[in-house]
């Protein structure tokens, strides 16, 4: 294995800052962090990163790959093309690892794949596959559809021997999907709860879209490991708090959807009102009062040309802006997309952290992002599973 150095300024998940420091690693992982002058054997690459900061690669909690499959008719091989294409835009902003929460023809999971096999290069991916929602229910095109815990439960044996990782269900209605009232409840408790014991059976995570309290509070119940978009109140906070839930807040995406002038999003303008982001500073007041675990998350949904209303990779440095706005400290944002979301997807033992013995997945930073968030958009280089898979 061709083993490597860089030395740079080095950013723990902690917020521990080595001025002058360095990481050796290879494809196995990180190999020694050190201070100062390295004094071990030749390696095989020198990468100076002075002026810069290493961290560890940052984590997307929440995108739907391809077109996201709200489209019926999408051919299967355009759904790769697009995400081949959103693979490298992710790497061009750090982004080492994504959790796909529902794509059209298990797209997501074919291609996480073909990536882990070497054929394509690409963050990890933590694919849900095709999600669950009721008969003509909130993202119909893309999921299995069911309204019996029973037919949940079979809805989520197809998810699992198509290889999901995750079993997302779908508790409310939403915005993309027209028609679609957002906070309209959906799933039954008693579906989501079939489908959870069906993850716990298996090992999987499980996550939930709810922009509804009630629909929320039904996940919450049934087990649910992480709740999607919720602008939570006082009570589901606390049920969340009580229940070791995580919070994926995907503010950037509401934002878009208020903003945007384009006509193909005049269909969710109208469900949404400018209060809906005073929600979200709402909920995330609340996470920081209960101590509730935040995960960065984008609901990142592109095209074939990337340039769908929440752009994939970039959008996500615009999330940690937010949540910064909304309260938390620069190194708390951080922590969102590093090694809190590594918790939530059970990957902490294998990324989202600086330490030795754990995959080399890392980013080379021009700026000191500790100090400004902004500085997120300067990567120079990204490094997937001890592979540097860009350079600016």
Excluded at 203 to 227: D, K, N, W, Y
Excluded at 294 to 313: F, Q, R
Excluded at 367 to 388: F, H, Q, W, Y
């Amino acid at each position: 294995m061709r083993q490597a150095i860089v030395h740079a300024r080095i950013l723990r998940e902690t917020g521990q800052v080595t001025e002058n420091g360095y990481v050796v690693f290879d494809e196995s992982g990180i190999l020694e962090l050190g201070e100062g002058e390295y004094r071990g054997k030749d390696l095989d690459e020198k990468i100076d990163g002075e002026g810069k900061t290493l961290m560890p690669g940052l984590i997307d909690c929440h995108v739907h790959l391809g077109y996201g499959g709200l489209s019926p008719d999408t051919p299967e091989v355009e759904q790769g093309m697009a995400i081949a294409m959103q693979m490298r835009e992710f790497l061009k902003y750090g982004i080492t690892t994504v959790r796909s929460m529902g794509t059209k023809d298990d797209c997501d999971i074919k291609m996480r794949n073909l990536i882990a096999s070497g054929y394509l290069t690409g963050p990890r991916i933590i694919a849900s596959g095709q999600g669950m929602c009721i008969t003509g229910g909130h993202g119909w095109p893309m999921n299995y559809e069911c309204d019996t815990p029973d037919e949940a439960k079979k809805a989520a044996r197809k998810a699992i021997y198509a290889g999901a990782d995750i079993l997302k269900m779908f508790a409310t209605g939403g915005m993309a999907t027209k028609g679609s009232i957002p906070n309209a409840p959906q799933m039954s408790e008693e579906q989501m709860r079939a489908v959870c014991r069906e993850a716990d059976r298996t090992g999987l995570l499980t996550g939930a879209h709810c922009t509804g309290i009630e629909g929320a509070q039904r996940a919450i119940r049934a087990g649910v490991r992480s709740i999607e978009h919720i602008p939570m109140d006082e009570e589901t906070a606390r049920m969340m708090k009580e229940h070791g839930c995580y919070y994926c807040p995907t503010i950037v995406t509401r934002y878009n959807i208020i903003h945007s002038t384009e006509p193909e999003y005049e269909h969710m303008r109208k469900k949404a009102s400018p209060q809906d982001l005073e929600k979200k500073k709402a909920a995330i007041g609340l996470c920081l009062k209960y101590g509730i675990p935040i995960c960065a998350s984008t609901d990142s949904m592109g095209s074939l040309k990337n340039d769908g209303l929440t752009k994939m990779g970039e959008s996500l440095v615009t999330e940690l802006n937010i949540y910064h706005e909304y309260g938390l400290t620069n190194l708390q944002a951080i922590q969102s997309a590093t090694s809190t979301a590594a918790e939530m997807l059970r990957l902490d033992q294998v990324t989202g952290r600086m330490k030795e013995g754990l995959q080399a997945d890392l980013i080379l930073v021009d700026g000191k992002p500790d100090e400004d968030l902004n500085a997120l958009r300067n990567i120079s280089m990204t490094v997937r599973g001890g592979t540097v898979l860009y350079k600016a």
